[in-house]
């Protein structure tokens, strides 16, 4: 660290610009924003940066004198030339001003970082310089991350700072932070529900730190790759005490929780049974009910043939706190990766997600007549075992045999495999493609789109199309 970050108050402080042009400008907004009235002195002060700054600082049109430098806190030169700004830096420094000359960090006292301003929630990054590029990167990458809402959240904690402290000593008080910015009110807050939250909180305040409670957050991880979560999904799995998570679920995206998240595998193997449902429910219940931040994580998405629904009616049941947050469905995954348009115009007019799980040797109960239809794209998920019989009921309900298929095995990950040909050949493309991994079968005309060149950036060699 060369430099020691702080934060000013400059409200009843005198800040000092020298200079009228875009630089100028560009420094009296930063400090403006931070609730300063900026003395603005030039001779010829440009006509955007006087209009824009009538009313926000007091424009001196005349050239600077030492005598306005007098008390003030900090002082920008933002002039063109180079023995001009020294000079006044060295006037401001005499004056006992902070002093930061545009462009010229070995003149500086004080530089100014790449800010990110949510009200009272400010993040401030900073290469002294030295990789401006990097700082604007890292800068994106950080605002990525904040919730919208984040300045929001700081500011209603603020609200209770005091009236936490008063009530509670200060080991409770670090817990009580930290579930209530993992918790339900701090999720209520984010949504934009400040009533309720208020409502919230001063329940919670006045409750024994005893029953203080947990939060269940139902999340999609979408097909695979971990550049296809959402950044919340990224963001709760970073807060999450506790994981529970699918055998869809890939290890590149749980390495991105917290380190010490407790990770519960509760899938299943393809035929051995693993957690009943009704035990993966009560085991969320109970680390809730142990004031846990608990996140279910699902692949794709998680109410689509997932059992989200489900699980979201237990909690409710249960008087959980309990969200959701939507991932990008295996369909919708694969069809970006294989370049296939499930609703491309000059194909079909709908597209229809079906299961084609099927309890033993019956077959899938569907309508198929419906499902049938020309122009219908139907995307079969749990489908690779039943594919025959799916396949022999579609043609018997008026489907051509000709229809293209297209079995896509891992899409959207590194080992994709995409195999295409006929409806009525289906069974046979699925006995040589050896597809053991989850697979969808897409059918119909926009199967025959599907290919290797996925727009999901994978490596060539990493996309096989047989
Ligand atoms: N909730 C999940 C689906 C769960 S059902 C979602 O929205 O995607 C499990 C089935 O999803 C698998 O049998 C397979 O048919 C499909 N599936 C999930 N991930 C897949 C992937 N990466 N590639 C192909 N199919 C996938």
Not at 139 to 159: M, S, V
Not at 209 to 234: C, M, N, S, Y
Not at 291 to 305: A, E, I, Q, T
Request: charged share 25%; proline share 4%.
């Amino acid at each position: 660290m060369n430099r020691f970050p702080a934060f000013i108050d400059l409200n009843a402080r005198k800040t000092v610009i020298i200079g009228g042009g875009a630089a100028a400008l560009g420094k009296a907004r930063l400090v403006i924003a931070a609730g300063a009235e900026p003395l603005v002195i030039w001779p010829q002060i440009e006509a955007a940066t006087r209009n824009e700054l009538t009313e926000s600082a007091r424009l001196i049109e005349t050239a600077p004198v030492r005598a306005d430098l007098a008390g003030a806190a900090l002082v920008f030169v933002a002039v063109d030339d180079a023995a001009t700004a020294e000079r006044w830096a060295e006037a401001a420094r005499a004056a006992g001003a902070l002093v930061n000359v545009v462009d010229r960090p070995e003149l500086c006292d004080f530089t100014t970082p790449s800010i990110i301003d949510r009200g009272r929630l400010t993040v401030a990054v900073s290469s002294d310089g030295a990789a401006p590029v990097l700082v604007k990167k890292l800068r994106a990458d950080i605002e990525a991350l904040l919730p919208a809402n984040a300045g929001a959240l700081a500011e209603f904690a603020g609200r209770y700072r005091s009236a936490v402290k008063a009530k509670l000593d200060e080991a409770r008080r670090r817990g009580f932070w930290e579930a209530f910015f993992n918790g339900p009110i701090a999720a209520l807050v984010l949504q934009g529900d400040e009533r309720a939250a208020h409502e919230a909180m001063l329940e919670v305040i006045n409750r024994p730190q005893a029953e203080q409670e947990g939060v269940v957050h139902i999340v999609g991880a979408g097909p695979g790759d971990p550049d296809l979560l959402t950044i919340k999904a990224l963001r709760l799995l970073q807060n999450a005490d506790v994981i529970l998570y699918d055998r869809l679920v890939s290890d590149e995206i749980l390495s991105l929780a917290r380190r010490d998240a407790e990770r519960l595998y509760v899938g299943k193997a393809k035929a051995a049974h693993a957690v009943a449902q009704a035990d993966i429910e009560k085991t969320m219940i109970a680390l809730a009910r142990e004031g846990k931040n608990v996140v279910r994580l699902k692949g794709g998405d998680p109410f689509v043939f997932g059992r989200g629904g489900e699980e979201l009616d237990a909690m409710r049941a249960a008087g959980i706190a309990v969200f959701v947050t939507p991932g990008i469905t295996a369909a919708i995954g694969c069809a970006a990766a294989a370049g296939m348009a499930l609703t491309h115009r000059d194909h079909a007019q709908a597209v229809t997600f079906v299961t084609g799980h099927a309890k033993g040797d019956a077959e899938p109960d569907l309508d198929w007549a419906a499902l049938a239809a020309l122009k219908n794209t139907l995307v079969v998920y749990m489908g690779v075992t039943t594919a025959e019989k799916i396949s022999s009921q579609l043609i018997a309900h008026g489907r051509g045999p000709e229809t293209p298929v297209a079995i896509i095995e891992n899409g959207a990950r590194a080992n994709q495999k995409i195999i295409k040909g006929a409806l009525s050949d289906i069974g046979a493309l699925i006995e040589a493609g050896d597809i053991t991994g989850p697979a969808l079968l897409v059918i119909g005309e926009v199967a025959a789109l599907a290919d290797g060149e996925t727009l999901l950036g994978l490596a060539a060699e990493q996309r096989r199309v047989a």
